[in-house]
């Protein structure tokens, strides 16, 4: 599964831990500079995830509007781990994106 991040300067454990629940490519953009308005979504994006407190709120409009465009669900949760994973676990994968997608983290087995 193919996920494009959208704010927040530094990811820190966010993209090992969506690693975790079966997402294999991340697009990472900071979002707020005026020029990341202008943000295509690829196509082989499954969800887009918008962190709330890095992003100037132009850009988080645009990437709602070009995500529901293209039919790609949009997550909007701040900068933390926590709270993404909170949001996330209320997400469903539409028919045809990501089929092997799922929110149940991989627990390692001690």
């Known amino acids: 599964m193919n996920v494009m991040i959208v704010g927040g300067d530094h990811l820190g454990n966010i993209s090992k831990n969506l690693e975790s629940y079966g997402v294999t490519a991340i697009e990472h953009i900071r979002g ?53 994973e909170e949001e996330l676990t209320k997400f469903t994968v539409p028919e045809g994106r990501g089929k092997d997608f799922h929110f149940s983290p991989i627990i390692p087995m001690v």
């Open 32 to 84: 707020r500079n005026t020029s990341d308005r202008k943000i295509k979504i690829p196509q082989a994006t499954s969800l887009v995830v918008v962190l709330t407190d890095y992003i100037n709120h132009g850009t988080a409009r645009h990437v709602k509007e070009k995500a529901k465009s293209l039919g790609i669900p949009a997550v909007f949760a701040k900068r933390s781990w926590r709270s993404l």
